[in-house]
Nanobody, 126 residues
Framework: VQLQASGGGLVQAGGSLRLSCAASGRSFSSHAMGWFRQAPGKEREFVGGISWRGTRRDYADSVKGRFTISRDNAENTVSLQMNRLKPEDTAVYYC????????????????????WGQGTQVTVSS
């Protein structure tokens, strides 16, 4: 079972990036999916999460209105569209899957996720 994150890079403040996470080895259509990030010297933090069928999505207050999480269960992918990026968004971004989630729920706690991608670096310059 693998999660492969991609799409990170260097962007100027105010710009956009789209992160993608491809799952392989099994279907993740019955897993809550999430994006987390970790900046140097800081703890890993929740960015956004999405329920099994995408009926519920939620975000950290710091990214609400700028980031959008989505998923395509047919393709076994989850994405994070990041707009109006700020220097404080600079971090390594990780996608994750929670196999013990229930339908319609978003998982907020990193410890609840069983599967993690390798991370992709996002750097926003001022």
């Amino acid at each position: 079972v693998q999660l492969q994150a991609s799409g990170g890079g260097l962007v100027q403040a105010g710009g956009s990036l789209r992160l993608s996470c491809a799952a392989s080895g099994r279907s993740f259509s019955s897993h809550a999916m999430g994006w987390f990030r970790q900046a140097p010297g800081k703890e890993r933090e929740f960015v956004g999460g999405i329920s099994w069928r995408g009926t519920r999505r939620d975000y950290a207050d710091s990214v609400k209105g700028r980031f959008t999480i989505s998923r395509d269960n047919a393709e076994n992918t989850v994405s994070l569209q990041m707009n109006r990026l700020k220097p404080e968004d600079t971090a390594v971004y990780y996608c994750a899957a929670d196999e013990n989630s229930v339908s319609g729920a978003v998982t907020y706690n990193a410890d609840a996720y069983e599967y993690w991608g390798q991370g992709t670096q996002v750097t926003v310059s001022s």
